[in-house]
């Protein structure tokens, strides 16, 4: 698969709250902005649009029929994925490489303060026959997943703490980061718990948002101003949705994932190669397993490395310098668009106060959050 | 360079039913299963999968897509699901086009569900969260209403009669009588029939074809 160009980036928020705006001004603002940054016309130089999104978070079904608008995309090939933003770039990636289309647009938002009812919401992505007469709250099922992960790999909960720890302290210097925090390791463990061993504050919250992205093929960015950053691989894969069946310990989607990613590229050892990573942290525990199923540390690693620094602002290897899902809040399907949208703007050298020097090549990763076993990772370059 | 040219290659679909006793993994299982069995492939073959499924409130599950990638053979591979409305069932054939024609796989699966009858009382009440929450929905439209709404519009342009539009039923149905996996076919229908029928029948059997 040819490489495919992000040519221009938009986003609004990230807030707790957006109560003066619609779920579809909070998109067209991030769409004109990236329409702007790419110095496109949506109407006369899109081919096709496409936006991330699942119907229940929207409060509305068939959520597919409300997205065109805000967009420009009145009357153009308009599709929903519902998976995360990294599906939706992936999908934009296939869409290029056919050779119909030589500009797609990719588009993912939330809304989260209009959804009163999240629990029950994620409640009811559990199996309806097996799992959901148990009447589990999605953050058990998380629960679970961290125990079994400490028990399998001896991390410690003062290395999850210290995600925490280190995630809302780089939010502090992010302009899109509202839930920035100088917080200790006593203050994140000394919280009230979620589902134990998982801490109130080692689970991240919702925020609202919008995040826009123009991308084309390497032709048609040549008659473009823009400073255009290349999607070099690009993986995703699913495990077993199954709560009785599945790996509790390990990811092994993910692992999935990075390997087509990284086979796109040649890459066979990743750690080498990647200069800074934005990664799950959906729940502080999920930064440590990810980085283990991605390759860029072994098994029982990523917690050790964590608590020396290595993942730090100015350590090694750059681990969401953005503040994350813990920092910068959750913005559900749209969360690995939030990702990409950092990656780019390091990579252009425009992430102001957060900028991580002489990067070249960044690892984004999303997951679909509880229960599913959904993820996908894309390597991005300059 | 041309565009990589796609090939179906295998297809399966269940028999449509009023009330399936299936689970939707299980209607996607069967119908994934005979696609493989009528081109003698297997899900080693299978380099990635394409669903397509659309809205969750008919299967009564957030993220259907999560829910049915087993069943739909998405167990670890890529997986993706897409949907366009009323349109999902001729997209995602669209979708798994673009997987192929993009050069990233060579085989893929391609697997469209839908279980209405887990609505209760009728999925038609599913389509009532469909309309526009602020400008629409306090007005409780029902789809019914805006297809009767759109259909007499329409007659009203082109001069066209019920028994003209009646005539496209009586082909469907007429048609289906002689499809295995046709729910609502009738060898016997006639026009007669259709325009004779009380409005609201009439309607949903237009919703339904």
Redesign the interface.
């Given at each position: 698969m040819d490489r495919v160009a992000i040519a221009g980036v938009g986003w609004a928020g990230y807030r707790p709250s957006t109560p003066e705006v619609s779920y579809k001004e909070l998109t067209y603002e991030a769409a004109v902005k990236a329409y702007a940054d790419a110095g496109i016309d949506p109407r006369r130089d899109v081919q096709s649009f496409v936006t991330v999104a699942e119907d229940f978070l929207e409060g509305t079904s068939i959520f597919d029929e409300y997205t065109p608008d805000q967009l420009g995309a009145a009357l153009k090939p308009m599709q929903t994925i519902a998976g995360d933003g990294l599906h939706g770039l992936a999908t934009a990636c296939m869409l290029v490489n056919t050779g119909q289309y030589d500009m797609v647009v990719v588009e993912g938002h939330s809304k989260a303060s209009n959804v009163l009812t999240l629990p029950e919401i994620t409640a009811y992505a559990q199996d309806p026959v097996l799992n959901r007469p148990l009447r589990l709250n999605s953050d058990f099922i998380a629960g679970l997943e961290m125990n079994r992960y400490l028990f399998e790999t001896g991390t410690t909960m003062e290395q999850c703490a210290q995600v925490v720890v280190k995630n809302r302290r780089n939010a502090l210097d992010n302009p899109r980061a509202p839930y920035g925090a100088d917080l200790t390791i006593d203050d994140v463990l000394n919280g009230a718990t979620r589902s134990w061993p998982l801490g109130e504050r080692e689970a991240s919250r919702p925020a609202d948002g919008a995040v826009v992205m123009v991308l084309c093929s390497e032709n048609r960015l040549r008659s473009l101003a823009c400073t255009p950053v290349w999607i070099l691989g690009i993986g995703w894969s699913n495990g077993s949705p199954s709560l009785e069946s599945r790996e509790w310990g390990e990811l092994p989607y993910i692992q999935k994932a990075a390997r087509m990613a990284y086979n796109q590229l040649g890459i066979s050892s990743p750690r080498s190669v990647v200069d800074f990573a934005e990664i799950d942290d959906t729940y502080a525990y999920k930064e440590l397993q990810t980085l283990e199923a991605l390759g860029l540390c072994s098994p029982g690693e990523a917690g050790i490395l964590t608590e020396e620094g290595y993942t730090a602002a100015d350590g090694e290897l750059p681990v969401n310098v953005s503040g994350g899902s813990l920092g910068m809040g959750h913005l559900f399907d749209a969360t690995g668009l939030a990702r990409t949208l950092e990656a780019v703007l390091q990579l252009r050298g425009q992430a102001g106060v957060n900028q991580v020097p002489e990067v070249e090549i960044a690892l984004v990763q999303s997951w679909r959050g509880v229960p599913t076993t959904s993820g996908a990772v894309a390597i991005l370059g300059n | 360079?041309?565009?990589?040219k796609v090939a179906v290659v295998g297809a399966g679909m269940t028999k449509f039913v009023r009330r399936a006793l299936e689970?939707p993994k299980e209607l996607a299982w069967q119908a994934s299963h005979m696609a493989l069995q009528s081109c003698e492939l297997t899900m080693d073959d299978i380099e990635a999968v394409c669903l397509g499924t659309?809205?969750?409130?008919f299967d009564?599950?957030?993220?259907?897509?999560?829910?049915l990638?087993?069943g739909s053979g998405?167990?670890?591979?890529?997986?993706?699901?897409?949907?366009?409305?009323?349109g999902t069932g001729v997209?995602v054939p669209i979708?798994g086009?673009?997987?192929v024609?993009?050069?990233?796989f060579d085989v893929v699966l391609v697997v469209a569900e839908e279980k209405m009858s887990s609505f209760y009382p009728h999925a038609q009440a599913?389509?009532l969260?469909?309309?526009?929450?602020?400008t629409e929905r306090p007005l409780k439209p029902n789809l019914l209403w805006i297809f009767a709404l759109e259909m007499n519009r329409y007659m009203t342009t082109y001069g066209i009669s019920k028994a003209d539009i009646a005539r496209v039923s009586v082909l469907h149905k007429r048609n289906a009588a002689h499809h295995p996996a046709a729910l609502l076919g009738d060898a016997e229908i006639t026009v007669e029939d259709v325009v004779g029928r009380d409005y609201a029948v009439e309607i949903e059997d237009l919703h339904v074809l």
């Open positions: - | 360079m041309g565009m990589r689970t659309a809205p969750d409130s009564g599950l957030h993220m259907n897509g999560e829910y990638s087993d998405g167990w670890n591979k890529p997986y993706m699901r897409s949907y366009v409305g009323g997209f979708q086009w673009y997987h024609a993009s050069g990233l599913a389509f969260t469909i309309f526009d929450h602020t």
